[in-house]
Each structure stands twice: as C-alpha cells, then as structure tokens.
C-alpha cells in the first residue's frame, strides 16, 4: 500500500469507528427515550408503594374518630332527662336544661353539634341552641340516621347540614323509655381537620361515599363531585336524604386505567382547565362504606424517569465521549506505530539503496586503484626508460666532455712527441728533454681526469660505518692547506666538542669536504680578504656541516645545474664540473644530504648534513 493510501486508510478507520461510536449512542438514546414509559412505571409503582402508609395514616385518623363518636349516641341517650324532655316536651325548663347539658357534652368531647329529636323528626333540644342557625325545631325526618335510629339501629350518615351548610357525619341511637322508643338522640362531627391536616402533604385524599360522591377531599372545589356519572337511583337517594346539594353533584372529568393489582391511573381534567395524572390506591372504611383514595401526582414518576434517563443519557455520553477518546487515541497509536514503521521501512531502504551506492563506490575506487597501480607501474618503467635514456644521454655527454678533455692533452702530447723527433734529429737535445717534460706534464693531467672518473664511477651504496667527523675535517683541511695559502684564504672554524661519529667513510668524506673547500677558495679569488666559514650544527640524529664562503655566490641558474655532472662556470684546465656531482653521490650514499645556497649576507654556502652514528669500539679507516 502506499503511503498516501495509507494515511487514506487510516482516516477512514478513524471516521468508521466515530461513526459506530455516535450510532451507538444515537441508538441507546432512542432506546432510553423508549423506555421512558416503562421506567416511569416503575417509579410510579415505587412512588404508589412509598405513600401507601400516607394512606393507611388517613384511614386510621378516619377509624378511629368514628369509632371515638360511634358509641357516645348511645351513652348520651341514656340521659334520664332526655326521655323527659321527649316525654314532655313542653316543659321549658326541662327542654332549657336539656339544651345546657347538650351544649356542654358537645363542647366536652369535642363534637360539632348533639341534638335530641323526637319520633316526628322535630328537633327538641340542641347542644347549638343559642345559635341562629339552630337545629331546635327543625325536622330531620327524611336523614337516614334518624330512621336508622328510631327503628332500633345505630344510625350513621354522612351529609352536608342543611341547617348549618357543613358537612358532617353523623351518629344516632335510640332514646329509649323503658324498651319503647320515644325519641331520637343524633350527634354531628364535622371533617373540616381532617382536610386541613391532609392539605400538607404532596398527595391529595379524598373520601367517596357508597354512591361513588366526594364528600371530603384535600382539595375543596372536588367536594361533592363524582369519579364518575351518578346512577339515578343513586341521585334519586341523595335527594331524599338532602344529602348533598343537587346542583354541585357533576362528575369530574376523569380517565382511569388501572395499573397493577393496588394501583391505578387516574386523569383528572379540571373545570379550570389543567389535566393532572396521579397514581391512585384505595383502601375502604366498611363500617361507614367509604372508600379512601390517595392520589398521588404521577409527575414525580415522570420528573424522575426523566431524570434517570438525562442521567443515564448523560453517563452513556460520557462512556461514549471515553470510548471515542480512547479509539482515538489507539486509532493514533496505531497510526503512529504505522508512521514509525514505514519510517523504518524507508530507512532500512535508504540504508540498502546508501549500502549499493557505496559497493558500487568501493568497486569505482577499487577499480580507479588498480588502474593507478597500473599507471605506476607504467609510470614506473616510463621513469625507469628514461633513466636509462637519461644515463644514455649523460654517457653521450660524458663521452663527449671525456673525449673533448683527452683529445686536447692527446694532440698536444702528439704534437710535443712529433717536436721531440725533429729537435732530436736536429741535435737539440734540450729541446728534446724540454717536450718530453711537457709530455710528462699532459700525461699527468690524464692520469687526474682518469682518477676523477675513477671516484665517479664507484658504486652507489658502497659500504658505509661509523666514521670521525674530526678527522675527515682536519685532514680535508690539511690537503687544502697550500692552495689556501696560495691565496691568502684562512678558515674561521667551531671548535668541537668531543668526536663526532658519523655513518660514512673516511676517505670519501674527506673528499667531499675537499670539494667544498676548494670550491670556497675558487669563488674567492678576487675578494680582498677571503675567509670559509666551518660551521657544526648538531640536530637530533643529525649532524650539519656548513661551508660558507664571501664569493659572488651562484645565480639560479647556476643553482639548478650545480650537482650536473660536467656542469663548470670555471675557466677549461681548472674544473672538469665533476666535483658537487660526485660529492652529492658520496653524500647520499651515507644516507645524508648536500644543499648548496646563496648566503643571505652574501657569498655562498653548502651544507653537508650527515647521520649521527655510535662510535666503534676500534675506529675503523677506510
Ligand atoms: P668545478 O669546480 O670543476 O667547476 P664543481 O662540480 O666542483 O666543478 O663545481 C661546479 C660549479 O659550481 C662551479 O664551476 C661553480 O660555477 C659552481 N660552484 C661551486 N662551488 C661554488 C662556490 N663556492 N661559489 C660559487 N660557485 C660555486
């Protein structure tokens, strides 16, 4: 794959894997937006079980007052006074007394209102006597209790009072003279604290009569309606008894559904417009027929579903928001694991590609080399070609010089033995003995140039060992002597310290000294007061001897051409140009060197610089 491809890759790895993260999310919301409803029942389920006691708590507040008041129409009617007053009802103070003792009873134990009425249904006495709004006189024969009641039964009954307007219940028994029934005692408890104490709380509680009708509720405005339409018996009842007032009996708007075994689901539109859905659980009062509901407002459920699902939605977007960190983060792991590998990839490939180029340098030089060797080679045998050209040449010169040196003296001596042989055939033998002399003097100038070409044609590399510097110079010294006296030349020289042992040999060192020196004193001839400078310099394993003089000193050409052999600036008969060349042969034959300069203050000077060596232990000579 290339790389391109790859990056290309990767970025749709990378979208892939955001794409399946966000899917994932976007369906688990869906999810949880469609679990909504189920959860929202488990928490109505929770909420309907956590105010269960709330209901029980209200039944038992209800229990227990009716079962307070139940008995206490039966004791009252005990009253002797009671039976007497229905006896004679028009014994005023009687009925006054009666009325005293009723509104204190009342008042004692906390009832609403006790009033004794006779077997018509007229009211004859009444705890509220004094009031306006007095049950005295009122005829209460059509209210159930009071028929309950007069045929012997506990009477009990729940009604709006028509005399007061308030609701109550209601209990009556029987005033008895004797075993005969004489007259009704009644006693009225109003519900209003209950309802207050029910306001407080989060539910609403209301309490349905046998026909279905609210007649207490936490919230005033559902007082006297129905859950649902009232049966016509059921309203024809209600308006025998004046039970309730006709006209505020109308249904609530309600759908109800039910919820499980204890629940169910109540919706309640109200008149003023608001639809509410509460949780509904019910428990009944069978001694009074009532039926208590608790409604509690489903919204709770609803507000907490939602809550659970935001929170829920909220931790699934964080998971998500991890999850997608991490993928991404592995994706970029990944990505720079892969970067780094076709990183590594590309290197090894520069290293082989480096590794080809350079085995393909390494054949170049390779191959360049031998082609240098061989060129050396070449070059080699060229130099080797021409040396010997050279030498070749240097023998034509040689020849040349050799002869143009032999023929001179050879003519002469011809010429002084062809004059010889006429002076002796003329007699004139001082003449004769004259030539011969001159013959002997060309003779001996042979026999020079012949020792000359002697030393020059020794052998290179001619052994060599320790010799005395010392001695090669003072001897050298003491063989110039009378030329340097000749011409008024002296030596200024260092003394030396000690001997000076050198690789060389005796003889061969001395010659070249002689060289030197003879040479100093020829640059000299024409300087007032001529002066060789002998100078020793010791240097490391070396030792320089250097021959100055106070001469015109050499041009450059002069210079180029001075180990030449046959190269003289030297008028002919005084110099055959043989000597630096043979004592620059001598010299390198030890191993050492010979430089010949111009001498800054003038003059020139030629340095010998030779090998140190350890003296023998017997001093050899050459
Ligand atoms: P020759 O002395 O027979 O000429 P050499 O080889 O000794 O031969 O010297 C060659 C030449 O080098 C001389 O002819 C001279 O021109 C030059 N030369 C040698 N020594 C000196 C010197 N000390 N000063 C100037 N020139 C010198």
Not at 104 to 132: M, Q, R, Y
Not at 409 to 416: C, D, E, G, I, T
Not at 488 to 515: A, K, P, T, Y
Request: hydrophobic share 45%.
């Amino acid at each position: 794959m290339t790389r391109s491809a790859d990056i290309k890759h990767r970025g749709s790895t990378r979208h892939w894997a955001l794409g399946l993260i966000l899917g994932g999310l976007a369906v688990l919301l869906a999810t949880l937006v469609l679990l909504l409803p189920g959860l929202e029942r488990i928490y109505l389920g929770q909420l309907g079980k956590r105010e269960a006691s709330t209901l029980t708590l209200a039944v038992e507040g209800l229990t227990g007052s009716l079962r307070r008041f139940e008995a206490l129409p039966g004791l009252i009617a005990e009253r002797p006074d009671l039976a007497r007053a229905l006896r004679d009802p028009s014994d005023t103070a009687l009925i006054d007394r009666v009325n005293d003792e009723l509104h204190l009873t009342a008042e004692e134990v906390g009832l609403s209102d006790i009033f004794l009425i006779d077997p018509t249904g007229l009211t004859i006495a009444a705890s509220n006597h004094w009031k306006a709004l007095s049950f005295v006189g009122r005829n209460f024969a059509y209210r159930p209790y009071f028929t309950g009641a007069l045929a012997g039964e506990r009477g009990r009954f729940f009604a709006l009072g028509t005399t007061s307007g308030e609701r109550g219940y209601f209990f009556a028994d029987a005033v008895r003279d004797g075993s005969e029934i004489i007259g009704v005692l009644a006693v009225k408890f109003t519900v209003d604290a209950f309802e207050d104490a029910w306001r407080d709380g989060a539910n609403e509680i209301v309490v349905l009569d046998d026909a279905g009708v609210i007649f207490m509720a936490s919230r005033p405005e559902w007082h006297f309606r129905s859950l649902g339409p009232l049966s016509p018996e059921a309203r024809a009842a209600i308006e025998d008894t004046k039970k309730y007032p006709m006209d505020r009996l109308v249904p609530l708007q309600t759908e109800q559904e039910p919820f499980d075994d204890t629940f169910r689901q109540v919706t309640i539109t109200n008149d003023t417009g608001p639809v509410e859905r509460f949780i509904v659980q019910s428990q009944m009062i069978p001694e009074a027929g009532w039926e208590v509901s608790l409604l509690t407002p489903s919204e709770q459920a609803w507000t907490r579903a939602i809550g659970t699902a935001a929170v829920s939605a909220l931790l699934l977007l964080l998971v998500g928001l991890i999850a997608t960190v991490v993928i991404q983060r592995r994706i970029q792991m990944q990505e720079r694991i892969a970067a780094a590998l076709s990183m590594q990839e590309e290197l090894e490939l520069r290293v082989t590609q480096r590794t080809a180029e350079l085995e393909t340098a390494n054949r170049l030089i390779t191959q360049e080399v031998e082609e240098r060797r061989a060129a050396e080679t070449l070059l080699r045998q060229t130099q080797t070609e021409l040396i010997q050209a050279g030498k070749l040449a240097a023998l034509g010169q040689m020849a040349a010089a050799l002869s143009h040196e032999f023929n001179q003296p050879l003519a002469a001596v011809k010429s002084f033995a062809r004059n010889a042989g006429a002076y002796l055939d003329r007699g004139e033998p001082d003449k004769v003995r004259q030539n011969v002399g001159l013959i002997d003097d060309m003779v001996d100038r042979l026999a020079a140039i012949s020792t000359h070409l002697r030393n020059f044609a020794r052998r290179p590399g001619e052994k060599t060992e320790p010799v005395l510097l010392n001695r090669a110079l003072d001897t050298a010294l003491v063989i110039v002597e009378p030329k340097m006296r000749a011409s008024g030349c002296r030596v200024s020289r260092d003394e030396i310290d000690g001997e000076i042992w050198v690789q060389g040999g005796q003889v061969r060192l001395q010659q070249v000294f002689v060289n030197l020196l003879s040479n100093a004193v020829d640059a000299m001839s024409d300087v007032p007061d001529p002066v060789v400078d002998l100078v020793l310099d010791r240097d490391g394993g070396h030792v320089h001897v250097r021959v100055r003089d106070r001469g015109t000193g050499m041009t450059d050409a002069e210079i180029a051409q001075l180990f030449d052999p046959f190269f003289t600036t030297k008028e002919p008969g005084k110099g055959m140009g043989l000597g630096l060349s043979i004592s620059y042969n001598i010299v390198r034959d030890f191993g050492g060197t010979l430089e010949g300069r111009n001498h800054p203050e003038g003059g020139a000077v030629f340095s010998v610089t030779l090998k140190l060596a350890e003296a023998p232990s017997l001093a050899a000579a050459e």
